[in-house]
């Protein structure tokens, strides 16, 4: 991660390197995740990008979806 920032030499050191694993949310549809909500999470946010919101409303229509879900989608998409 470190090769990503603009980092003075002299304070390199100091900076932790940590693999990150990224995602690009609108090339996910290939993913499989074990998690059904964070399978929600990306499904949802996909459609909301596409602006398919009857794919929505088909799929999650009679899903109980956690004001807790509600929230992630909604400050990811905010």
Do not use: W
Not at 10 to 15: A, G, L, T, W
Not at 38 to 44: G, L
Not at 49 to 75: A, F, H
């Amino acid at each position: 991660m470190a090769d990503m920032l603009e980092i003075p030499e002299k304070v390199r050191p100091m900076v932790s390197d940590y693999k990150m694993n990224l995602l690009q949310l609108r090339a996910s549809e290939t993913c499989d995740f074990q998690d059904p909500e964070v399978a929600a999470v990306f499904d949802i946010s996909r459609s909301i990008y596409e602006r398919d919101y009857q794919r929505i409303n088909t799929v999650y229509k009679n899903r109980n979806i956690t004001s807790e879900l509600g929230i992630v989608i909604g400050v990811k998409d905010g």
